[in-house]
């Protein structure tokens, strides 16, 4: 389990997730009913409520789906944060949908249906950059 405060819990639902990227990996829960994947980590499928997921290496292909642009510091951050930085939801090839950070890129670059790989941030966080 990660010791930064700036990371999201591991749970028991999200600790095959945590320990992947941790190794520079990026897992999903794939349902073993219906092989639907599925973000965010949980122990039951959203799509047909089965339980007992199959975590699987995916592609860390995507696109960007809709994104805003951080101007300011509006709340305490670290100062390493760079700002302007941009929140984006990413549409997985897999098919999920899911919020990250896109970088490696100037904010003004961002665009709708720009390709994206995933890459590893801090706290072994996956964030996007421009593929």
Same mark, same amino acid.
Request: a negative charge.
């Given at each position: 389990?990660? /010791?930064?405060?700036?990371?999201?819990?591991?749970?028991?639902?999200?600790?095959? *997730?945590?320990?992947?990227? !941790?190794?520079?990996?990026? =897992?999903?829960?794939?349902? !073993? +009913?219906? %092989?639907?994947? *599925?973000?965010?980590?949980?122990? *039951?499928? #959203?799509?047909?409520?089965? +339980?007992? #997921? /199959?975590?699987?290496? &995916? %592609?860390?292909?995507?696109?960007?789906? %809709?994104?805003? $642009?951080?101007?300011?510091?509006?709340?305490?951050?670290?100062?390493?944060?760079?700002?302007?930085? =941009? &929140?984006?939801? &990413?549409?997985?090839?897999?098919?999920?949908?899911?919020? %990250?950070?896109?970088? @490696?890129?100037?904010?003004?670059? &961002?665009? $709708?249906?720009?390709?994206?790989?995933?890459t590893f @941030?801090?706290a072994d966080?996956?964030?996007?950059?421009?593929?």
């Amino acid at each position: 389990m990660t /010791d930064n405060v700036f990371a999201p819990p591991e749970t028991e639902a999200t600790a095959p *997730f945590w320990e992947a990227a !941790r190794t520079g990996r990026f =897992v999903l829960p794939r349902c !073993r +009913s219906c %092989s639907e994947f *599925f973000h965010y980590p949980r122990l *039951f499928c #959203p799509f047909c409520g089965a +339980s007992d #997921p /199959d975590w699987q290496e &995916v %592609s860390g292909k995507a696109q960007v789906y %809709s994104y805003t $642009i951080v101007p300011l510091r509006m709340r305490p951050v670290p100062d390493e944060w760079p700002v302007p930085y =941009v &929140v984006a939801l &990413v549409e997985l090839d897999e098919g999920p949908v899911l919020m %990250s950070n896109v970088v @490696g890129c100037a904010p003004e670059d &961002v665009h $709708i249906g720009m390709p994206l790989q995933v890459t590893f @941030g801090d706290a072994d966080v996956p964030v996007f950059r421009p593929a």
